[in-house]
């Protein structure tokens, strides 16, 4: 077999004979935390955000224990607090961890990270001080966050809504929000410059050093993603950084903006709040999207469908959520006209959605479709996504949305999306580059099995949620309130049907759990006696499955140059390897 | 319920005994089958293709297809748009169904508290009832204007399919019509908070009571009779005081006086309120009289009769009604509204009035007229 020699062929060999990578280019400790190479800096990202994914996981295991049956089940009483507190403590936690330490950084800052100059064929990111500095904000606003546990607990809820969280008990027979609330709106208000400092590095590294011959369309579609995240990223999280301030400020006692008994606004915080946080789900689920369509189209080994739809589509999301915050506020008793606007905008974000999986769609027909761990996770991403999407008409119809807020079927749909969306394009993600990340392969039939628990688990959990919402049972409750219910006298047949629908998915939760433990086995296994990784496994066509797995320090010896990242002509198997080489050059 | 949506097994939703829960329930089950049809769509169509077109052999290439087709991209994307259009003007039609006024409604207060509902009913002889349970007629259509002491709760009678924020500083109102009676239902209705609100927030829970045409008024005159009939068995002396009573200032003296006495029966007679009379004294006491009349002289400010409900146009060419939410506002924010033919010179109130105070004194402009309409039909 003829292999085309485009800086692979030569160079793939004598990285080899060094063996020299990323990985053993320098050793120890401070190697790594000063380190000013994008992969290392990804790689610490996803050490930190795989920790705080563990955390925010047992909390939802204990949220799922408490509420297996009626009444106080594991959580105790702590100090002069009740179970209950304990329990308000506890979801706020999995809330705000999850959040602002795992899915809100975890793919731009870690796959992203790690991927996007590769995919660029650049040396490094634009600014790789910059990007340290990100990842030291990082950890030290994840520091201030548990501190927050440990100086008196935070029970507002992730949402921190005002006035809550905001007065001070004064010797009133009022019960305010407990000590943690400054220390953890510090850290997020860090965690924030992080968030900031890495949309600045990707926008400047995307407009900087693409490779001679690709074009903003030439360029992968999950560069797309991360560009139209990094705009959200600076413009939004501002907003978000005053409005934390401002209640930090103010629980300090030191100005009033949100205090209604001295002529605050309480309603006012929520306009902020969301004005940053309803984009932040699009930080979320966009960069998932590029993932997905990268993943797609791979493992397909077809050119993805309709490549300006879905990166235009990317960017319309973008915008648009900067325009549909008020959709959190229905029942604030916001004005018909405003709550009609925001409904009616937020309708328009389901077009390029859906535009983006009939697309993918489009992208399998016909394909070369390889049934393998990634794959599955993309199509299975396809199957919560395309739920939790659906779920979100209901939420943005005006009336439906009176009648579904604030119960489980909202915690449902956005544990769809979220977890859904973002967690399983990372896992998927992960488990795609992950040859590129550590250069080792995995145990495919491992991966699927631990996919399979994984993907059962999950709709378990969640989709007796939404029923559990439409029927009756509002979010954020310790008690199952069956029994409290029947002693006020209702005789209902939802009774029984929350105590049997939170056992059923509280089972799921456990379900999940054991999937989890499956995963992380598989990729321990994998790190530790896994199978050497060609350069492209996958049959890829985009640059990073061009240089070596793992790739050396600086990337590529010399910059590579580009052509469409979805061209999958002339690559072909080669069996010595077992992986793919490219054979002829890609159209530019 | 819409008569052209079927409704799927009762396991989906809630119970649906309201016209705003018929309008939720019928756009819900809509979505239901749209969403179950695009997602049985998708889901059928990525599994076919997979199994079609499974790569067997590493060699296995993938067919040639064209790699983008503006037509058919621009074909899939228009009836998502269509669809969810339909949707927006649907949800909009229920949303104003339980935002607007209704005609002839039963007004309920309801205030809000850690971790309490109080529900608030005025007689026709102006007393206060104040109840933990919601009571309300079948048929007749029901307006409630919360109002939080506190933090932010919410309302939701998933029944009813109805929910608002009650937010401290603000009146918030949602309007719904009961269609079906707790003895047909077989039981009270669930009614819970759902906005989060500390320690016991999922305990603050109580129920609501549809009572059957006509019984709703005997109802209300028992819950205000009860206490007074109490007070008349045990101490008819001091029921013929309170009846004399005419100015919050005997009303005081009056509920001292029980509460000296006993203590049992001044926390049920504390139930029925006389808000007009404490804000006719807070009228007085407050300065108010100074310069605004409440026969409809014209003084410095404006004549507090005629006041509820009156259009109002204020010196930035704004427009409001004045409901509750503009008389707080005249109240603890007055130079921000200035009513256009007058000079803005009044001072802010802004926490020297308790939020009761600023309830009593609401009442109290709402009975000037309501006295006036009494007079008028009775010549």
Aim: charged share 15%; aromatic share 14%.
């Amino acid at each position: 077999m003829t292999r085309f020699n485009d800086q692979l062929g030569a160079f793939d060999h004598a990285a080899e004979l060094r063996g020299d990578n990323y990985l053993t280019h320098s050793r120890g400790l401070m190697s790594w935390l000063f380190t000013l190479d994008h992969k290392r800096i990804g790689v610490m990202y996803l050490v930190g955000i795989l920790g705080s994914f563990f955390l925010g996981g047992v909390m939802a295991l204990l949220i799922r224990t408490e509420l297996i049956a009626e009444g106080q089940t594991i959580l105790p009483a702590i100090g002069d607090k009740t179970w209950e507190d304990t329990y308000n403590q506890v979801f706020t936690l999995h809330g705000a961890i999850m959040v602002f330490l795992f899915i809100i950084p975890g793919i731009p800052a870690a796959l992203g990270n790690f991927i996007l100059p590769i995919m660029l064929g650049a040396k490094d990111v634009a600014f790789p001080k910059l990007n340290l500095t990100s990842w030291w904000l990082y950890m030290f606003g994840a520091v201030f966050a548990v501190y927050a546990i440990v100086s008196g607990g935070l029970d507002t809820g992730w949402t921190f809504y005002t006035p809550y969280s905001t007065a001070q008990i004064q010797g009133s027979d009022v019960y305010y929000a407990m000590q943690g609330v400054i220390p953890i709106t510090a850290g997020a208000f860090i965690l924030g410059f992080s968030s900031i400092l890495t949309g600045v590095n990707f926008i400047a590294t995307i407009h900087m050093l693409r490779p001679p011959g690709m074009t903003w369309f030439k360029m992968p579609l999950f560069l797309w993603g991360l560009y139209a995240t990094a705009i959200i990223q600076i413009l939004a999280t501002p907003v978000l950084g005053i409005t934390l301030l401002l209640l930090i400020v103010e629980r300090a006692g030191l100005i009033i903006v949100f205090d209604p008994a001295k002529g605050g606004d309480p309603v006012l915080y929520q306009h902020f709040f969301w004005f940053y946080s309803h984009p932040a789900v699009y930080i979320m689920i966009l960069p998932a999207m590029g993932v997905i369509s990268e993943m797609i189209s791979t493992h397909s080994h077809k050119h993805i469908f309709g490549y300006k739809f879905i990166a235009f589509s990317s960017v319309a999301i973008a915008l648009l959520g900067f325009l549909v915050w008020g959709h959190h506020m229905f029942t604030s008793g916001q004005s018909v006209m405003a709550s009609a606007i925001f409904s009616l905008l937020t309708f328009f974000v389901a077009i390029p959605s859906a535009i983006k999986v009939f697309n993918w769609l489009a992208t399998m027909y016909k394909g070369s479709i390889s049934v393998n761990a990634p794959m599955l996770w993309a199509m299975s991403f396809i199957w919560v996504f395309s739920i939790g999407g659906l779920t979100g008409l209901f939420l943005g119809a005006l009336s439906t949305d009176i009648h579904l807020h604030d119960t489980y079927f909202v915690v449902a749909h956005f544990h769809y999306v979220m977890v859904g969306g973002t967690v399983f394009a990372l896992l998927g993600g992960l488990l795609h580059w992950w040859p590129k990340i550590t250069g080792k392969l995995y145990h495919q039939g491992a991966a699927i099995w631990a996919w399979v628990v994984i993907f059962i688990g999950f709709n378990l959990t969640f989709f007796v949620q939404f029923m559990l919402g439409a029927k009756g049972m509002p979010r954020r409750y310790a008690h199952l309130t069956a029994d409290a219910l029947a002693e006020l006298g209702i005789a209902e047949a939802n009774l029984l049907y929350l105590k049997v629908g939170n056992a059923i998915s509280s089972f799921g939760a456990y379900i999940q759990a054991i999937g989890f433990f499956m995963f992380a086995g598989v990729l321990a296994y994998s790190m530790f006696r896994g199978r050497r990784s060609p350069a492209n496994p996958w049959g890829g066509a985009s640059l990073e499955w061009q240089t070596p797995s793992p790739p050396p320090h600086h990337n590529f010896e010399t910059t590579p140059i580009a052509h469409d990242p979805y061209d999958f002509d002339g690559i072909e198997y080669d069996e010595e390897i077992d992986g793919y080489v490219r054979t002829q050059p890609a159209d530019s | 319920m819409s008569p052209y949506i079927p409704t799927l097994a009762n396991w989906l939703m809630a119970p649906e005994a309201s016209d705003v829960a018929g309008d939720v329930h019928g756009l819900y089950y809509f979505l239901v089958y749209v969403s179950g049809f695009f997602f049985l769509a998708i889901i059928a169509l990525m599994v076919v293709f997979t199994l079609k077109y499974r790569r067997r052999s590493p060699k296995d290439k993938a067919q040639k297809t064209p790699t983008h087709h503006y037509g058919l991209e621009a074909a899939w994307s228009i009836p998502p748009l269509v669809i969810v259009i339909v949707v927006f003007v649907l949800g909009l039609k229920g949303f104003i169904g339980m935002s607007g006024r209704r005609a002839n409604a039963l007004e309920v207060k309801v205030n809000a508290w850690q971790w309490n509902w109080e529900f608030v009913y005025t007689t026709p002889e102006g007393v206060e009832v104040r109840v933990p349970e919601l009571h309300l007629e079948v048929d007749r259509p029901v307006v409630l204007t919360l109002n939080s002491q506190d933090v932010i709760h919410s309302l939701w009678i998933p029944a009813f399919g109805v929910k608002r924020d009650a937010v401290p500083g603000r009146y918030n109102k949602i309007a719904f019509t009961p269609t079906v009676t707790s003895a047909e239902h077989g039981s009270p209705f669930p009614l819970l908070c759902t906005e989060y609100c500390g320690t016991q927030h999922s305990t603050m829970l109580s129920t609501v009571t549809v009572h059957e045409r006509g019984m709703f008024e005997v109802w209300l005159k028992e819950a205000s009779k009860a206490p007074l009939d109490e007070l008349q068995k045990q101490a008819p002396e001091l029921y013929a005081q309170y009846l004399k009573i005419t100015t919050n200032e005997q009303f005081q003296q009056f509920m001292d006086a029980l509460k000296a006495d006993n203590p049992e029966l001044h926390e049920k007679v504390d139930k029925l309120q006389r808000p007009a009379l404490v804000g006719a004294e807070l009228y007085t006491a407050k300065g108010c009289a100074q310069c605004h009349s409440t026969d409809g002289t014209r003084l410095t400010g404006p004549s507090l009769k005629g006041l509820w409900g009156a259009k109002r146009v204020f010196t930035d060419g704004a427009e409001a009604e004045a409901d509750e939410n503009y008389i707080r506002s005249a109240i603890v924010n007055p130079m921000e509204t200035i009513v256009s033919t007058y000079q803005g010179v009044m001072p802010s109130y802004q926490g020297k009035l308790s939020d009761p105070q600023i309830d009593a004194f609401i009442a109290y402009i709402r009975s000037l007229d309501e006295a006036a309409e009494q007079d008028n039909n009775q010549p």
